[in-house]
């Protein structure tokens, strides 16, 4: 039975490009990407930012993350996430890339025909894919549906 958990991520000031959400599907597991979000709220006059959704080659560095469950009583997610990457990832394929407001935040939604699937133990990644004029507070969420 797939179970779905979303991957949290907030930093209370950001300037530069970075990978925000790095999740690595678990063995003998694939992964659907629900929804990929970001939003800043430090930022008050109209500005664009590049959002990207990418399958990694390599891992990059940084702070460990739970996957929360989104049922209490769900096992564990069975890969792994990581946030707020200070080494970034090597950029496999890029899925998604798209240019959006600072006022009205970045939000990836799969429709019928465009929907994101990864196979056991590959990448992906959720990055800010533009420099910001000024530092910002972000937040930014991954939700993800766990088959296998």
Same mark, same amino acid.
């Given at each position: ?101 600072? =006022? ?23 990055? =800010? ?20």
């Amino acid at each position: 039975m797939p179970r779905t958990y979303t991957v949290p991520f907030e930093i209370g000031s950001i300037q530069n490009a970075q990978d925000l959400i790095r999740i690595t599907a678990g063995t003998n597991k694939s992964l659907e990407l629900l929804e990929a979000r970001i939003t800043q709220r430090g930022i008050n006059t109209q500005e664009q930012f590049g959002a990207q959704i990418h399958i990694a080659s390599t891992a990059g560095t940084g702070t460990g993350v739970a996957a929360r469950p989104n049922v209490e009583s769900d096992i564990a997610f069975s890969g792994t996430c990581i946030n707020n990457l200070t080494v970034d990832t090597t950029v496999d394929e890029t899925k998604w890339l798209e240019n959006q407001s600072a =006022l009205n935040g970045f939000l990836w939604v799969p429709t019928p025909d465009i929907y994101i699937e990864i196979a056991g133990t590959e990448i992906i990644v959720l990055r =800010l894919d533009s420099n910001f004029s000024t530092t910002t507070a972000l937040t930014a969420t991954m939700v993800i549906k766990e088959y296998g």
